[in-house]
């Protein structure tokens, strides 16, 4: 059995680093056929990180050892979420060890250290991007756990796994208080991702940017391990939420057989969620910066919104 | 209505002399002392006069000094005060103090012809740069183009604001897009701009003095390249200044086929505008349909006048090639296609509130501040502004066939973005009509030579605004002296000034729905 653990603990991982850069592709395939373009096909994000990785790293002269170390930390804590964030089964070694909460924290340490780096080689672009992206986590955050504690309070567990098999074995329900949270949850999820309305991926303008102004020194493999830590990151946070929203199809404690057919659900639904993506990012223009608060404002009113429903309704 | 040279000649307290041998007659020239230049300036503000260009001419081949120059215009009406400046002393009063747009135009004329605007209180060096040795003024006879010029140490010290909080971003003159170079620093608190400079001349590429070894043929090439985008305005510009200097009768045909490459260049720019400006905010839907639009009337340009972008389509005379009723079929048909998919995606864009939200309200450049700073073209009619040489100082199709201008009064990116949508549909409706009345004839007439020490002036609506063409021919009946005004020369200090107050992730998308050409102010 111990066997099996580590087994399925490393697919999570492999599946993890595998199909990130495709999800991405995906988004952006979608993306293109909705603007009416050709696209550069599923897997032009490998194609960018291999180059990236054949490329020479340029570091600025006064950078320091917060500057060299941050990638390789950023995309460690996206792989350690990757081993307990359930993505096609909830039977992981390293999941009792953790809760979603710690899952918050590793993307938060991965920020913090990244804000750090932008700061750390002294450009104007990347102090501004650390700023705007330590104002837009200090609400997202708060909202992220109000979300995740609604659901956690109708499944009586944080632990991502116990909540996917409870909801699993006790059958669907719709309970407002979920709406309520889901709403919230897509909400943060754009934000953190850097996603449209938030934040651009594509642009080039600087001084619009906000994850992009922070990493804007990296280059190669810097660059590379950064830019999949990023992929990871949507690919898991689409996870958390097909986790804590819509598990069924992720195989239960003990059910070894069914790996096959969850992963066949993890494709389908990765491709709806890739669908919906799209279909913000092309209806709607980027905000403001100053109207992010009140975005994540919203969606924190909606989490607790959800969280009090639970108490009154369910 | 009193003109302005009516209101001058009565009001200056020193003689107002006309100047003969300048073309064409509707724009009168004359001469006051050099101590009444900036008097005159004063006298036509007071009259409610715009300042359209400053300059300076090295006259020591015809014989005199320097002179310097300064075009006004208000309403339908230019008028072109000089005064001679001795060779020893080419000193001359600034209009600084009356006219904003002098600032950059007396910094630009001291830098590269040597003369000198007193009372100016910026010394620094523009369009020329700092590592230049100071006494090298390129537009002087005296100065050799062919010769190599040693580098110097210099400074450009750019305003700073100081304080808690406040920092500094310098972004350029290399940019992350593929467009052209310019520096600009920004000193915000916060995310707030409280100052913004702009540093250009990183693409000066020194277009004045090379018109000056040129015949007058060739030099209506090197006009069509100032800037690559506006090439049939520019071309036209010079041409209609030389036309009018060797007295050239335009055959009506190649008059109204010109018309039709002008506003077809106003289409196809104006579209590619209308997406970038949807671009800077992330809706780039609107990009990639826009630019696929522009692509097609791009393709047809190729196809009819040989040129994606009509360069060197405008010849001085009339026009390279005539339109025929095949190609008149072709862009019918075209206008058609491209009017019927314009229509749904100014309907995407007006009814997406997302986009509203971002482009309302944001780099508002006031009635009153444009009109200071002497803002031209869609800059100016989205302020508030009525002015349009299509309308103003009509040339031919357009004194036959009328222009309606929008203008719009909020002055912000929104309202720029929406003169060009407007400008569009216009430059469509006005398309139809000159096919539909374009008079069958020659394509071009004979050019003579320009008689010598005679001047010609111009000014063509360009997609952009007011183009202003200045020739002055030598004693041989030469090009002694070919001034360029672009209207991103007084454009570019209204982004400087509607930035204020704005957040700095605003800019991008203030600067495109300015889109100033950085080669056409450097020339």
Not at chain 2, 129 to 155: C, H
């Amino acid at each position: 059995m111990s066997f099996y653990y580590l087994f399925v603990e490393l697919l999570q991982v492999v599946l993890l680093l595998a199909l990130a850069p495709v999800f991405l592709g995906w988004v952006r395939m979608v993306k293109c056929w909705a603007q009416g373009r050709t696209s550069a096909g599923l897997f032009q994000p490998y194609r960018d990180l291999a180059k990236l990785f054949a490329k020479e790293v340029l570091l600025a002269e006064n950078a320091s050892w917060i500057f060299r170390f941050t990638p390789y930390l950023v995309f460690g804590t996206a792989v350690l979420a990757g081993a307990i964030v359930p993505i096609i089964t909830v039977d992981l070694p390293l999941s009792p060890s953790a809760d979603v909460i710690v899952i918050i924290g590793l993307f938060a340490i991965a920020r913090f250290f990244t804000a750090l780096a932008g700061m750390d080689i002294g450009t104007a672009f990347g102090g501004m991007g650390s700023s705007r992206e330590m104002m837009i986590a200090s609400l997202a955050e708060p909202a992220m756990l109000m979300a995740i504690f609604t659901v956690s309070l109708a499944n009586k567990s944080t632990s991502l796994s116990q909540i996917v098999q409870v909801i699993c074995t006790t059958g669907a329900s719709i309970k407002p208080s979920l709406a309520f949270a889901l709403l919230a949850f897509v909400l943060i999820a754009l934000a953190e991702t850097g996603r449209v309305p938030v934040d651009n991926p594509a642009t080039h303008l600087e001084l619009t940017m906000i994850h992009e102004a922070m990493i804007l020194e990296y280059s190669g493999r810097h660059l590379a391990l950064i830019e999949w830590a990023s992929a990871m990151k949507l690919f898991l946070f689409v996870s958390i939420g097909i986790a804590a929203f819509a598990p069924w199809g992720i195989a239960l404690a003990n059910e070894m057989l069914s790996l096959p057919l969850a992963l066949l659900f993890l494709v389908l639904k990765f491709a709806v969620a890739g669908v919906g993506i799209v279909l913000i990012e092309t209806g709607l223009a980027k905000m403001r910066i100053f109207r992010v608060p009140e975005f994540l404002g919203a969606a924190f009113m909606l989490a607790t919104l959800g969280m009090l429903s639970f108490f009154i309704l369910d | 209505m009193k003109t302005l040279l009516e209101i001058l000649t009565a009001e200056l307290d020193a003689p107002v002399s006309p100047v003969s041998g300048t073309f064409p007659a509707t724009v009168p020239v004359c001469s006051v002392p050099r101590e009444r230049f900036a008097e005159a300036a004063r006298l036509l503000k007071r009259a409610g006069a715009l300042l359209a260009a400053e300059w300076a001419s090295d006259e020591t081949h015809l014989g005199r000094g320097f002179g310097v120059y300064a075009c006004y215009r208000r309403d339908s009406g230019y008028l072109i005060v000089c005064a001679a400046l001795p060779l020893d002393d080419p000193s001359f009063p600034s209009l600084t103090r009356r006219f904003v747009p002098a600032y950059r135009f007396e910094r630009q004329m001291h830098s590269l012809m040597g003369v000198v605007p007193d009372g100016h209180l910026d010394p620094r060096p523009w369009i020329k740069f700092e590592d230049w040795p100071e006494d090298a003024f390129p537009l002087r006879k005296t100065f050799d183009g062919s010769q190599a010029l040693p580098r110097v140490a210099g400074e450009y010290v750019f305003g700073k604001a100081e304080g808690e909080g406040i920092y500094e971003i310098p972004v350029g003159p290399v940019h992350a897009g593929i467009i052209e170079p310019g520096h600009f620093r920004f000193q915000a608190m916060g995310e707030d701009i409280i100052n913004l400079e702009e540093r250009l001349g990183y693409v000066h590429k020194g277009i004045e003095k090379r018109f000056e070894s040129l015949s007058w043929q060739e030099a209506a090439r090197l006009a069509g390249r100032v800037s690559g985008d506006t090439t049939v305005a520019h071309s036209l510009a010079y041409c209609m200044a030389l036309e009018a200097m060797t007295g050239c009768m335009v055959p009506d045909h190649a008059q109204w086929v010109r018309a039709v490459m002008l506003e077809r260049e106003r289409i196809a720019n104006h579209l590619g505008d209308i997406g970038a400006i949807c671009n800077d905010v992330a809706f780039a839907f609107m990009l990639y349909q826009t630019m696929r639009l522009k692509e097609t009337m791009l393709r047809t340009n190729k196809e009819i006048f040989g040129h994606r972008f009509m360069m060197d389509c405008v010849v001085p005379g009339g026009v390279a090639a005539g339109l025929d009723a095949q190609y008149k079929a072709v862009i019918l048909e075209e206008l058609s296609a491209v009017e019927d998919e314009f229509e749904r995606l100014v309907m995407i864009f007006d009814e997406n509130s997302s986009l509203e939200d971002r482009t309302r309200s944001t780099g508002i450049l006031s009635a009153e501040e444009a009109r200071d700073l002497g803002m031209t073209g869609l800059v100016a009619r989205a302020s508030g502004m009525q002015l349009d040489c299509r309308k103003d100082f009509p040339f031919a199709p357009y004194d036959r066939i009328p222009v309606n201008i929008p203008v719009m009064s909020a002055g912000d990116v929104h309202a720029r973005a929406w003169v060009r949508i407007e400008e569009v549909r216009e430059s469509l409706r006005l398309i139809r009509e000159m096919i539909s009345t374009m008079p069958k004839g020659q394509r071009s007439a004979p050019v003579g030579s320009p008689a010598a020490d005679t001047t010609g002036f111009a000014a063509v609506e360009g997609w952009r605004g007011e183009i202003i063409y200045w020739l002055q021919s030598g004693p041989k009946g030469e090009i002694n002296r070919s001034m360029v005004r672009d209207p991103s020369s007084l454009c570019w200090i209204g982004l400087e000034r509607c930035v204020l107050g704005n957040i700095v992730p605003d800019f991008p998308l203030c600067n495109k729905s300015f889109n100033q050409s950085y080669s056409g102010n450097d020339v």
